[in-house]
Each structure stands twice: as C-alpha cells, then as structure tokens.
C-alpha cells in the first residue's frame, strides 16, 4: 500500500506561483513514477507532469510545459510541482499519483492517488 498526502493549493492571481506538495508514504520504490494530475469542474482528469522517482525520464503536458516543473526529495519521499505564470484555465483540483512502473501519462496506469488540493486562479 502506497499513502499519498498533496499540500499547497490556495487561490492566487493569475501571473503567481504556487508549489504543490505530495508526500508518500508507505511501499514506495526508487523505480516508481509519481505523477501530478488536475480535474476541473465538468472536464475528465488530464495529465500535467510525470518523474520517475530514480530520475530520468520526465513528461509535462504541452499546457504547462515552460510554466510548471516537477521535482522530488528522496530523502523526504516527496514530490513537488512548481507552478509559476499561473493562468485562470489552471484552475482545478490536482491530484499526485503513484505507479509502479515507467513514466506514463495516463491516469489508469496509476494504482495510488492522494484526496486532491484545489488550486485557484483569478484574472
């Protein structure tokens, strides 16, 4: 079992920054992908960025790419996502996600996911 805790959304003007964290606990390895995801109000839960948690390989999704950057502390099992120039179409709950396996953009490869942050961008 894998336990996923996301921090760090708030509301912000467009142009702000904001860093989301997620903190795992529990069976995690060095070999797992963590990814972050966003849903907003009556639209399906769409990729936003995906690491590796050894390194390597990392995926955004063409929104963001430029804007946001995901990160990791191993030391703290947790993974980060800077968000900066954020923009009002940002709005949305984001979720972290844990998969064991390679990078990945889709959401149903992910078998561990966290209760949400919302996070809200006014113009």
């Not at 709950?93 to 942050?117: I, M």
Request: charged share 20%; hydrophobic share 30%.
């Amino acid at each position: 079992q894998v336990q996923l805790v996301e921090s760090g959304g708030g509301l912000v003007q467009a142009g702000g920054s904001l860093r989301l964290s997620c903190a795992a606990s529990g069976r995690t390895f060095s070999s797992a992908t963590m990814g972050w995801f966003r849903q907003a109000p009556g639209k399906e839960r769409e990729f936003v960025a995906a690491n590796r948690w050894s390194g390597g390989s990392t995926y955004y999704a063409d929104s963001v790419k430029g804007r946001f950057t995901i990160s990791r502390d191993n030391a703290k099992n947790t993974v980060y996502l800077h968000m900066n120039s954020l923009k009002p179409e940002d709005t949305a709950g984001d979720y972290c996600a844990h998969h064991d396996g390679s990078v990945t953009r889709n959401a149903w490869e992910y078998h561990y996911w966290g209760q949400g942050t919302q996070v809200t961008v006014t113009s």
